[in-house]
T-cell receptor, first 112, second 117 residues
Framework: GQQVMQIPQYQHVQEGEDFTTYCNSSTTLSNIQWYKQRPGGHPVFLIQLVKSGEVKKQKRLTFQFGEAKKNSSLHITATQTTDVGTYFCAGPNTGTASKLTFGTGTRLQVTL | DTGVSQDPRHKITKRGQNVTFRCDPISEHNRLYWYRQTLGQGPEFLTYFQNEAQLEKSRLLSDRFSAERPKGSFSTLEIQRTEQGDSAMYLC???????????????FGSGTRLTVV
């Protein structure tokens, strides 16, 4: 079945440092979505990328969809303590466009 | 309404008992999903509805799990004869993809945390 892997599994940074998480799918995706889950919370939708090579920015967050539409990345510039949480990528299952397969997640810890 | 509501927030039950969870999606959303999440893992798909029709159920899901969405509004997830391995966070989400788009972002509820003792 479809697998979505993320690296690293965990990263600890000092506030102000940059952070990047990478997402790789075993299959080509029609789109990729990113979610953030704060400790003790539920996943919150951040963004959806659809086009090959697409790059989107949300303030300090930059999202990229690979040319082959099998990988994606999320880069955070100058992290803040409010960025703490687990970041998941998710892609539609090849058989069912609506159902999402979530990645393994990258947990980000930010300290002062 | 402003979001997806789930009830209860927490449930502790004895092994072998039946439990039922409720999800109220955003009213305009025609798609409703159930996911399960264990500590340190990403959400795992259980089942989904488009309006009142249950369109897919995970092959990993045993026959002890059943879900309904009568009238295409709220949904219930029932687990019969609970086992300790069922302990997890059960998340409900809804979405309303624009016409011609297969997917759109999910809005998740706060989840129901199930502990089977």
């Amino acid at each position: 079945g479809q697998q979505v892997m993320q690296i690293p599994q965990y990263q600890h940074v000092q506030e102000g440092e940059d952070f990047t998480t990478y997402c790789n799918s075993s299959t080509t995706l029609s789109n990729i979505q990113w979610y953030k889950q704060r400790p003790g919370g539920h996943p919150v939708f951040l963004i959806q990328l659809v086009k090959s090579g697409e790059v989107k920015k949300q303030k300090r967050l930059t999202f990229q969809f690979g040319e082959a539409k099998k990988n994606s990345s999320l880069h955070i510039t100058a992290t803040q303590t409010t960025d703490v949480g687990t970041y998941f990528c998710a892609g539609p299952n090849t058989g069912t466009a609506s159902k999402l397969t979530f990645g393994t997640g990258t947990r980000l810890q930010v300290t002062l | 309404d402003t979001g997806v509501s789930q009830d209860p927030r927490h449930k502790i039950t004895k092994r072998g008992q039946n439990v039922t969870f409720r999800c109220d999606p955003i009213s305009e959303h025609n798609r409703l999903y159930w996911y399960r999440q264990t500590l340190g893992q990403g959400p795992e798909f259980l089942t989904y509805f488009q309006n009142e029709a249950q369109l897919e159920k995970s092959r990993l899901l045993s026959d002890r799990f059943s879900a309904e969405r009568p009238k295409g509004s709220f949904s219930t997830l029932e687990i019969q004869r609970t086992e300790q391995g069922d302990s997890a966070m059960y998340l409900c989400a809804s979405s309303f993809p624009p016409p011609g788009q297969g997917a759109s972002g999910y809005t998740f509820g706060s989840g129901t945390r199930l502990t089977v003792v």
